[in-house]
């Protein structure tokens, strides 16, 4: 299978060149080119159609066909057709050698999508050829450069026909009998040749459970191999000093806190290395759990470090962390990026030395020039990733700490399983006791006089608001509101109340202005762009107004809407919004609907899609061929669950029958290897 492309009949140089721009190099990418669909071609009475239906019809030539060319190499080919008693107009664009393949009187069967009110038919071809056993489901595939579909639907079948033996099962006969799977040979031909319907729903069946599992036992191979390979740190807790901690807050812990606390602990006491993704909804309370497990850490004789993803929320978990632990004499120090180069080389020295026991910063913290004394675990804050590069330099550094990943962002779990298939997740499902949920309103552009008043008038009860807008700076590609704009307006509409303006460009000191401006309440109303969105702080904010809100993604309305509601006081959200689409539509009136972060990322997920969901850039996401992650969501828990399964069981590791499931993952060890260093 691993043979070149040229070893098919017919593959000359030019094909092969071809087949290289697709990433096509060998017999095994050429059966596993799925197609991306599958054109239904059966012929079909034309009256059955609905209006604008593609559908494929047979009948018989009835004019001569007429050929344009217009605009730049645009050609247009018009001929009468009959089919089934009715004249139909067919069109067919840019194929002018159809031309000479039809001549009157012929009978011919073509596709395309069906205008039923003028009869007419377009966006199709002629097709011949066709193999009228396989029920007219035509593949189609995704080219690239100058393939053709006919060359490449060719070459498919030749490979088959030559190769078609060497298609070899490696799944378990025991998974196949349980989950009654199509063999593998019969599966690869099914999805490029369908015989029906239904065959190609089995054979979907199996390749979607097969991607996914082999996913899954990667994953879970990874999780094993850094758990057994990272054995170093064992940290014992002096768990009635944190116990006796824990009495002194000024709340008690939700069930929720304790459970994740007892996960985390445990994963801190043994000897493996903690890899683990915290989840909890804004406000359910993180922080107090990420300030236990530091403590507990620094009482058994480590450094602590917390990494978050802006300057601003440093401070603030400094000031939180300084007056939980400083108390029982913990020093906690920020790294900040503003800080004078003399403050840094002494934070630097005693970090070395030991002296300080937790460090807080943005990326920065786990640099190259920072040395710990005896760093034990990182937490990260809001950030989604921790990439391989900040591993690969903690290894470096010979440092193995435990890494916990905080989020509020509500990850469904189909995406959490998938793009932290290695890690241990913990979920915070419960709110602390007392807590309002946002009355969340959307209201149209034309009602903004009404929520500037509906503004003011909280403002005059003592409390402060938000408002928040897309951009910086006017631009003139985007009709939308600037934070600029919007700030020197409401400076005036607002008065005599006192208008701060926050975004990205400031410099951070003029951004820690800002914010403690606003946190002392000099300032009753920030206008601000997203870089509020997460973890500030401010309990007296009661109100937020969010200014083209369908320009958001739901997860990050949320975001910012838990920006208010952390006091006990009844607060309030405006969506400023005016969608034009029904999705748009939908996802303001979801907003409105729940407070719940999890339900809110499911549904935003359906909406949306998995590559939208967590922005392109730092999707991290699995590619799959034939499974989605969000539809067969279900066949990857089940494949999860038989990947540990093998993994654990010794006859994996032993028999022959699972030995191409461990070639594989040799293989995928090996790549991931060289990725690391
Ligand atoms: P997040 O999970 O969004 O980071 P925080 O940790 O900032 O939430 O907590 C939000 C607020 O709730 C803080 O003011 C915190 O002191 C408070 N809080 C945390 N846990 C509890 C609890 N168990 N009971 C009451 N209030 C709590
Ligand atoms: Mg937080």
């Known amino acids: 299978m691993n043979r070149p492309v040229s070893d098919i009949t017919g593959v000359g140089p030019k094909m092969m060149e071809q087949l290289e721009r697709m990433g096509i190099f060998t017999i095994q990418q050429v059966m596993e080119h799925y197609p991306f669909r599958y054109e239904d071609k059966a012929v079909r009475p034309i009256m059955e159609a609905q209006h604008d239906e593609r559908i494929t019809i047979r009948g018989t030539v009835h004019s001569e066909p007429e050929l344009r060319f217009y605009g730049k190499n645009k050609a247009r080919l018009t001929v009468r057709v009959l089919v089934d008693g009715l004249l139909v107009q067919a069109i067919f664009f840019n194929q002018p050698y159809l031309k000479r393949q039809i001549s009157l009187g012929d009978t011919v069967v073509i596709n395309g999508k069906l205008d039923k009110h003028r009869l007419v038919i377009s966006g199709g071809t002629i097709l011949k050829n066709r193999d009228e056993n396989s029920e007219g489901l035509e593949p189609v595939y995704s080219l690239k450069g100058d393939m053709k579909i006919t060359a490449l639907r060719k ?247 435990d890494v916990l990943f905080m989020t509020a962002t509500p990850i469904p779990r189909t995406l959490a399983i998938s793009a932290f298939g290695d890690m241990d997740v913990s979920v915070i499902d419960e709110m602390p006791k007392g807590r309002k949920p946002v009355d969340t309103r959307w209201a149209k552009p034309n009602m903004l006089p009404r929520v500037i008043e509906f503004v003011k008038k909280h403002l005059a009860q003592g409390n402060q608001a938000y408002i928040i807008c897309p951009l910086i700076e006017e631009s003139e590609k985007l009709d939308v509101q600037n934070a600029i704009d919007v700030h020197a307006q409401l400076q005036v509409e607002l008065a005599p109340f006192q208008v701060g303006l926050m975004h990205g460009r400031l410099a951070a000191a003029e951004k820690d202005e800002v914010m403690n401006d606003f946190a002392s309440n000099v300032v009753q109303a920030l206008v601000s762009t997203t870089v509020v969105e997460v973890g500030v702080n401010v309990p007296n904010a009661t109100v937020m107004v969010i200014y083209d809100a369908e320009r958001f993604g739901l997860s990050q309305l949320h975001q910012l809407r838990g920006r208010v509601g952390r006091g006990s006081t009844q607060s309030y959200c405006v969506l400023l919004a005016d969608p034009k689409s029904d999705v748009g539509k939908e996802r303001m009136k979801i907003m409105t609907d729940t407070t719940d972060g999890f339900e809110l990322s499911e549904r935003d997920l359906e909406l949306r899609g998995p590559g939208d969901f967590f922005g392109s850039k730092q999707s991290g996401l699995p590619e799959f061929k034939v499974a989605d992650i969000v539809e067969d969501y279900r066949v990857l828990e089940v494949a999860r669950q038989d990947a540990v399964k093998l993994i654990e069981s010794e006859a994996f590791w032993k028999n022959d029958q699972y030995k191409k499931l461990r070639d594989y993952l040799k293989k995928q060890a090996l790549f991931n290897e060289e990725k690391l260093d």
């Not at 493996?272 to 620094?298: E, F, P, W, Y």
């Open 155 to 401: 070459l498919i079948r030749q490979t088959f026909v030559q190769f078609n033996e060497e298609i070899k099962e490696f799944l378990p006969p025991q998974l196949m009998a349980t989950y009654r799977l199509m063999e593998r040979k019969e599966t690869l031909r099914q999805l490029h040749f369908p015989t029906s319907i239904d065959m190609l729903k089995q054979a979907k069946r199996r390749m979607i459970y097969e991607e996914l599992l082999l996913f899954q036992l990667k994953m879970q191979f990874f999780r094993k191999k850094e758990r057994e390979g990272d054995i170093g740190q064992k940290k014992v807790i002096q768990m009635e000093k944190i116990d006796a901690f824990i009495t002194t807050l000024p709340f008690p812990l939700t069930n929720a806190q304790q459970r994740v606390l007892g996960e985390i602990m445990t994963d801190i006491q043994s000897e493996h290395r903690m890899n683990r993704l915290l989840q909890g909804d804004v406000g359910s309370g993180k922080t107090i759990v990420a300030g236990i497990a530091l403590l507990s850490v620094v009482q058994a004789g480590f450094q602590g470090a917390l990494m978050v993803p802006t300057e601003i929320l440093a401070e603030q978990h400094k000031e939180s962390l300084v007056s939980l632990l400083e108390p029982l004499g913990v020093r906690v120090e920020l790294l900040s990026g503003s800080a004078k180069v003399k403050e840094r080389r002494v934070i630097l020295e005693d970090l070395k030395e030991g002296k300080i026991n937790i460090l807080i910063g943005t990326h920065a913290l786990i640099q190259d020039s920072v040395t710990f004394h005896k760093l034990g675990l990182v937490i990260t804050d809001e950030q989604h990733r921790f990439g391989v590069e900040q591993r690969r330099i903690l290894r470096k550094k010979g440092l193995r700490p």
